[in-house]
């Protein structure tokens, strides 16, 4: 089974540039994840897919960052303008939704972003 | 809102010590717990996960951890540990109801010294 894609694997931009990273889930999981995760944090939920709609993005820097999910496949997530607090890794997870939670979520490699 | 508690940030173990690793979270209502980690240059992967029933549950490469249902903790143990287990471990708590939400810890790095 394939794992979670994501690319690219590292960025490095300057502030007030924009980036756009990528995601391909595994096959049939229809909940998406995004995640922040700055270095000595744990990861950070930014938005929460289901299929192709928002659920949760309460977290998510609406000023600046976006994300979609067209067709409830891919996803994108983009941020523009950048700010050197935004260095981070970026992970996307999936997993099956239902069964109560019970689901784990399956992680890609991330994305490591470095804004100079 | 749930959240997840994990008190050390950085353990340094030598190869056959004991290891214990806490997680206290907070949540009103019945959660689903789970232990992922993160080997050095790898993806977060699942370690154990605990729904209901035997509040001890065993995971992979002989790591388990004991739901204590009275201090909110999911505490995470191995009797031996070895060099391969030096890694960062992440505490996380989901909630049965709504979206299922997956809420992380902040992790501890564990480094096991040969």
């Known amino acids: 089974e394939a794992g979670v894609a994501q690319s690219p694997r590292y960025k490095i931009i300057e502030k007030r540039q924009s980036v756009a990273f990528w995601c391909n889930p595994i096959s049939g999981h229809a909940t998406l994840y995004w995640y922040q995760q700055i270095l000595g944090q744990g990861p950070k939920l930014l938005i929460q897919f289901q299929n192709n709609g928002v659920v949760d993005d309460s977290q998510l820097p609406k000023d600046r960052f976006s994300a979609e999910r067209l067709k409830g496949v891919d996803s994108t997530l983009k941020i523009q303008p950048a700010k050197l607090e935004d260095s981070a890794v970026y992970l996307c997870?999936?997993?099956?939704?239902?069964?109560?939670?019970?689901?784990?979520?399956?992680f890609g490699q991330g994305t490591r972003l470095t804004v100079v | 809102a749930q959240s997840v508690s994990q008190h050390n940030h950085h353990v340094i173990l030598s190869e056959a010590a004991s290891l214990e690793l806490g997680c206290n979270y907070s949540y009103g209502g019945t959660v689903n717990l789970f232990w992922y980690v993160q080997y050095p240059g790898q993806h977060l992967q699942l370690l154990l996960k605990y729904f209901s029933g035997d509040p001890l549950v065993k995971g992979i490469k002989g790591f388990e951890a004991e739901f204590i249902k009275s201090k909110f903790s999911f505490n995470l143990r191995k009797p031996s540990v070895q060099w391969s287990d030096t890694a960062e471990y992440f505490c996380a708590v989901t909630s049965s109801g709504g979206y299922q939400k997956v809420t992380f810890g902040t992790g501890t790095k564990l480094q096991v010294i040969p």
């Open positions: 997870a999936s997993s099956v939704p239902g069964r109560g939670g019970r689901n784990e979520a399956f």
